[in-house]
């Protein structure tokens, strides 16, 4: 789960690490009293979306010259032009893709006199089976670009998990940094903060892009990006409420209703399998044949038949389907409980496009028979190679 900006600084700043002052609008009517709040005289204007690279972003109803997603105001007067022009606008970036995402709620945030950008993150580095720091004195940036570039300003740190982040630790962040004086001070406290927020918080990524030092001399989160692990939220309750479902795919939200792993893509072949593995093999194969996959869907290995109807019903609810894919392979999961839950569902929603079942495993037989006799215009496939090449060819008409 992801949240915005605004609400992982309160998080981190729960914990110890420097933010500025800000305060999180939903209409340009709070924008006034909003920067009026601050110190000033500075100040920056940043839409809240479940995207990066939003600077650099442009919005799709404003002119190609115009600022992006974060401005800076050196009034209050402008802190109120640039929310009315922003809120209720599409932001368009790197990660949002071409459609982009309306921009509903802005963080206004007291400005900072910035002497350097540096970069932090902080994941599971399953190589050595850790949480570690990321970091580099290469803030700022798109961090890939970096890796790609001059991946030796990039430096990995893995924490002992039970000894947490150790002084030696803070001292190989610090000279990865380049910190000193109060900087690295603030280091020292900060870097054993963010793994303690990561590790209490059930976090699977931590980013800070850029950390700051400020003329001062002194450290700040300038920006942060904070993932959870779904697995954990229900030892999360007041994670749970920062949710943001305007920021979710409509489709996604009632997928985890029914505990289903759905993924919306952008191609026309919807995909019901059981299993991330087999499913990802079938995601890949409907490419090798020359189309895409409308999503990633799978139902897991004890799915029963109100939960196959549900998935059912969630794949046909995309317009852009324009076939499906069912592909079962029944180990605890049984083809006879797949086929009633495709026959409840195409019953109650219908079926206007082509449909390929590929079943195989326990109780494949009653699972076919099943289906025959459904009344059901389904198209049988033997395996999945030949199941990928029937669902590409309806498609396309052949």
């Known amino acids: 789960m992801n949240i915005h900006e605004y ?9 110890g690490a420097p933010v500025a002052a800000g305060v999180a609008i939903l209409s340009p009517g709070e924008a006034q009293a909003a920067a009026a709040s601050l110190p000033g005289p500075l100040y920056v204007v940043k839409s809240q979306i479940h995207a990066g690279g939003r600077g650099k972003g442009k919005f799709k109803e404003l002119a190609a010259d115009a600022p992006g997603g974060v401005r800076l105001a050196r009034t209050v007067d402008q802190v ?31 400005g900072a006199d910035i002497e350097r950008e540096l970069y932090l993150s902080i994941l599971v580095d399953r190589k050595v089976g850790r949480v570690a720091f990321v970091v580099s004195t290469e803030g700022g940036m798109d961090i890939e670009q970096v890796a790609h570039d001059t991946p030796e300003k990039i430096l990995t740190v893995d924490i002992d998990p039970e000894k947490g982040v150790t002084a ?27 793994y303690k927020a990561f590790v209490e918080k059930d976090m699977s990524l931590l980013e800070v892009n850029p950390l700051i030092v400020m ?58 399998v059981n299993g991330a593995g087999l499913a990802m093999a079938t995601m890949d194969i409907i490419k090798l044949y020359g189309a895409e996959p409308a999503n990633f869907l799978d139902v897991g290995g004890g799915a029963n038949k109100e939960k196959v109807t549900a998935a059912f019903k969630i794949i046909t609810a995309d317009p852009n389907v324009k076939g499906i894919l069912v592909n079962i392979f029944g180990g605890i999961m049984r083809c006879d409980v797949i086929a009633e839950g495709v026959v409840a569902a195409v019953k109650e929603v219908g079926l206007k496009v082509p449909l390929v079942v590929r079943l195989e495993g326990t109780n494949v037989e009653l699972g076919k028979k099943i289906l025959r006799e459904s009344g059901l215009n389904v198209i049988p496939a033997d395996d999945l190679d030949d199941a990928a090449q029937k669902i590409v060819n309806a498609v396309k008409g052949n």
Do not use: W
């Not at 932001?91 to 509903?104: E, F, I, R, S």
């Open 7 to 15: 609400q992982a600084k309160q998080i981190l700043k729960e914990y």
């Open 80 to 110: 109120v032009t640039n929310a009315k022009a922003m809120l209720g606008h599409t932001l368009v970036t790197k990660q949002t893709g071409p459609a982009g995402k309306q921009v509903n709620r802005l963080y206004i945030e007291d």
């Open 168 to 194: 030696a630790d803070a001292g190989r962040l610090n000279a990865a940094l380049k910190l000193s004086g109060a900087a690295a001070k603030d280091g020292e406290s900060l870097f054993p903060a963010l």
């Open 215 to 272: 003329k001062d001399g002194r450290l700040r989160v300038l920006d942060a990006k904070v993932s959870f692990d779904n697995n954990a939220l229900f030892r999360h309750a007041d994670v749970m409420a920062l949710r943001d479902e305007t920021e979710e795919d409509a489709k996604e939200i009632e997928a985890s209703k029914y505990d289903l792993a759905y993924v919306a893509l952008d191609g026309n072949i919807g995909c019901m």
